[in-house]
């Protein structure tokens, strides 16, 4: 099993540029999540998704986009990238429904924008 | 009151001392609240959970105490490691969202 998997693990953008964060996960979980994690800020979540064809906003959610087509995957789009957005960004899923469902966390991927 | 308010920021404790890291919640209506331990260059990973009809949940080393009236709790580590040294996230949550406190970079001292 490979859990939840992220790609690329880095990337460099340019203000302006546009870019596709994968994360796929191979345990058929209904809830996949995307965090931005920020030195000394902890995780901030950006969408998260319910299952295939539901998706909802967090609580960062402005700059970014969602879409859940398929169970296994989850991509977050950044549309104009802005150096605010420079950042380490998790994706996790869980399954089922209520809070004591564990979180599984990909190994981030870690974006700069210049 | 979303918030979870975690300390220390920072922790470094001798080799087999005891690490205490504590988090305290507003919002009554979590009712869950996990911690999670990252390493450099990896993501969170759940180490140990408490609902809040319990006062202590112990797994190993690790164990979490819960103040429910005072709507605080805390992760012990008995014993640290320093394979231990990583940093730590308290959590609350309710429903499918989970709030994180800002984290606690601990150092065990070899």
């Known amino acids: 099993n490979a859990g939840v998997t992220q790609t690329p693990k880095f990337r460099i953008l340019k203000i302006g540029q546009s870019m596709t964060l994968q994360c796929t996960q191979d345990?058929?979980?209904?809830?996949m999540y995307w965090y931005r994690q920020d030195p000394g800020m902890g995780l901030k979540l950006i969408y998260y998704?319910?299952?295939?064809?539901?998706?909802d906003k967090g609580e960062v959610p402005n700059g970014y986009n969602v879409s859940r087509s398929t169970t296994e995957d989850f991509p977050l789009r950044l549309e104009l990238a802005a150096p605010s957005q420079t950042s380490v960004y998790f994706c996790?899923?869980?399954?089922?429904?209520?809070?004591?469902?564990?979180?599984?966390f990909g190994d981030g991927t870690r974006l700069s924008i210049l | 009151q979303q918030q979870v308010k975690q300390s220390p920021q920072s922790l470094i404790v001798q080799k087999g001392g005891i690490s205490i890291i504590n988090c305290a919640y507003e919002?009554?209506?979590?009712?869950?609240f996990p911690w999670y331990q990252q390493f450099p260059g990896k993501g969170p990973a759940l180490l140990i959970a408490?609902?809040?009809?319990?006062s202590e949940k112990k797994e190993g080393r690790f164990t979490i105490s819960f103040n429910k009236s005072a709507k605080q709790f805390s992760l012990h580590i008995m014993d640290s490691q320093p394979g231990d040294s990583a940093t730590y996230f308290c959590?609350?949550?309710?429903?499918?969202?989970?709030?994180f406190g800002k984290g606690t970079r601990l150092h065990i001292l070899p």
């Open positions: 996790a899923s869980s399954e089922g429904q209520g809070a004591s469902q564990p979180q599984h």
């Open positions: 345990m058929n979980h209904n809830y």
């Open positions: 998704s319910v299952g295939a064809g539901i998706t």
């Open positions: 919002n009554t209506a979590f009712d869950y």
């Open positions: 408490i609902r809040p009809d319990v």
């Open positions: 959590a609350a949550s309710m429903a499918h969202k989970i709030i």
